[in-house]
Structures are given as structure tokens and as C-alpha cells.
């Protein structure tokens, strides 16, 4: 499980916030995607799961466990086993039908 409670990044003092106030709830096997335009925050998004990034506020959950407290070595172990998190360069519109073949 992966759970955000009131999460909000934000990187420099009195810039805009990467990601403000998100809250989301994704089970055990669940699949999901993360679209948007460039500077949206998804990378932000995945590193605050990864434990790359802490959050400027809220908290971010694995499994149940602040990730806040949790060694980044345990957070990768149990995150690679219970939950799939890949980040692709696809667009949305991106037809794999149309690439060429090599």
C-alpha cells in the first residue's frame, strides 16, 4: 500500500510547490499511472515514495510505515517486493504501433 496524507514539496523558498496538498490511497497490486505535462511533479512524486525527497509537509506511507523513519535500504526492499513502481518516458497519445522496427 501506498498512502499520501496532506503531502506538499516544495524545493526553493518562495517558489511554487512541485506537488501541494495530495492525497491518495494505492492497494496492494494495485496499477496505476501518473500523466502530465512536464514539471507536473511526477518525478517528485516517485522520489518522495522512494524516499529520494522528503516532503516540505504531510506524510507519505509504505505499507503502513512512515517512510520519513524507515532506512532507505528496507524502504527499497519492501517496496520492490509488494509494490511495482516504473517511470516510462511515454506520452500520452504515444502509439507503440507506429515506432519504427529495428
Same mark, same amino acid.
Given at each position: 500500500? =501506498? +498512502?499520501? /496524507?496532506?503531502v506538499?514539496?516544495q524545493?526553493?523558498h518562495?517558489? *511554487?510547490? @512541485? !506537488?501541494e #496538498? $495530495?492525497n491518495?490511497h494505492?492497494? +496492494? &497490486? /494495485?496499477? $496505476?499511472? !501518473? !500523466? &502530465?505535462?512536464s514539471?507536473?511533479g511526477k518525478?517528485?512524486? !516517485? *522520489? %518522495? =515514495? %522512494?524516499? /529520494? ?7 507519505? %506511507? $509504505?505499507? &503502513?510505515? +512512515?517512510v @520519513?523513519?524507515l532506512?532507505?535500504?528496507? %524502504?527499497?526492499?519492501g @517496496? &520492490?517486493?509488494?509494490?511495482? =513502481? *516504473?517511470q516510462?518516458g511515454?506520452?500520452?497519445?504515444d #502509439?507503440p504501433a507506429?515506432r519504427? $522496427?529495428?
Open positions: 500500500m =501506498i +498512502d499520501f /496524507e496532506h506538499s514539496k524545493y526553493k518562495n517558489a *511554487k510547490p @512541485a !506537488l #496538498d $495530495v491518495f494505492v492497494d +496492494d &497490486g /494495485e496499477f $496505476v499511472f !501518473l !500523466l &502530465g505535462h514539471g507536473a518525478s517528485t512524486l !516517485l *522520489k %518522495l =515514495i %522512494l524516499r /529520494e525527497e522528503t516532503p516540505t509537509e504531510g506524510r507519505v %506511507l $509504505v505499507n &503502513g510505515q +512512515d @520519513a523513519r532506512r532507505r535500504r528496507g %524502504l527499497c526492499n @517496496a &520492490g517486493r509488494r509494490n511495482r =513502481i *516504473k516510462t511515454r506520452r500520452a497519445g #502509439d507506429r519504427p $522496427v529495428v
